[in-house]
């Protein structure tokens, strides 16, 4: 059974920048960064296929990267030129290679303040 593991987060001044890490404890597919403000609907923030093959948030694109090591079975999310607009809790998203089904960690406060 697959299970996400988060670290990362934390209190970072604009421009600044942070790297989040989820590791997986069974084989999965698919992985993903998404992130929910106060007030607004959970968004996909980035996200990598198996293959590498990545999609982004236009609001983040050019200023996030991510990328998995499949060896580790973890994906990164590295933040830079952080902005106020970035604060949400992160959630981890990965799909159970045996199962199919979707798996969620339990998410991490990043915060952008000076």
């Known amino acids: 059974q697959v299970q996400l593991v988060e670290s990362g987060g934390g209190l970072v001044q604009p421009g600044g920048s942070l790297r989040l890490s989820c590791a997986a404890s069974?084989?999965?597919?698919?992985m993903g960064w998404f992130r929910q403000a106060p007030g607004k609907q959970r968004e996909l923030v980035a996200h990598?296929?198996?293959?590498?093959?990545?999609n982004y948030a236009d609001s983040v694109k050019g200023r996030f990267t991510i990328t998995r090591d499949n060896a580790k079975n973890t994906v990164y999310l590295q933040m830079d030129s952080l902005k106020p607009e970035d604060t949400a809790v992160y959630y981890c998203?990965?799909?159970?290679?045996?199962?199919?089904?979707?798996?969620w960690g339990q998410g991490t406060q990043v915060t952008v303040s000076s």
């Open positions: 998203n990965a799909g159970d290679w045996v199962t199919g089904r979707l798996v």
């Open positions: 069974g084989r999965i597919n698919g």
């Open positions: 990598i296929t198996n293959g590498g093959s990545t």
